[in-house]
Nanobody, 121 residues
Framework: VQLVESGGGSVQAGDSLTLSCAAS????????IGWFRQAPGKDREFVAS????????RYIDSVKDRFAISRDKATSTVYLQMNSLIPEDTAVYFC???????????????WGQGTQVTVSS
């Protein structure tokens, strides 16, 4: 499995960004794909995920009303639309894939290289 992220950048608080994760190497039936992030000096944390089959999303509470995850089966791409960005969203964002649909640190077996998101106040 190969995961390639794109779409990171530097923005102002209140702006929006959309991250993309191009997934390849297999079919993702019964898999889940998601996003984690790691801020400087902090542990990596789960942000959002989506089940490939049904498109069921899951979010951490701090982004639930601001971020939206979606997937395009035709292109095997997962998107993370990030709105109303705040400085606390600054981190390296990693795409991750997990067989079985549940995306956690324990179940992920493939990671992307990461893309930097910087939000200035």
């Amino acid at each position: 499995v190969q995961l390639v992220e794109s779409g990171g950048g530097s923005v102002q608080a209140g702006d929006s960004l959309t991250l993309s994760c191009a997934a390849s190497g297999r079919t993702f039936t019964n898999w889940g794909i998601g996003w984690f992030r790691q801020a400087p000096g902090k542990d990596r944390e789960f942000v959002a995920s989506i089940t490939w089959n049904w498109g069921t999303p899951r979010y951490i509470d701090s982004v639930k009303d601001r971020f939206a995850i979606s997937r395009d089966k035709a292109t095997s791409t997962v998107y993370l639309q990030m709105n109303s960005l705040i400085p606390e969203d600054t981190a390296v964002y990693f795409c991750a894939a997990a067989p079985g649909g549940s995306v956690t640190e324990a179940t992920v077996n493939s990671w992307g290289q990461g893309t930097q998101v910087t939000v200035s106040s």
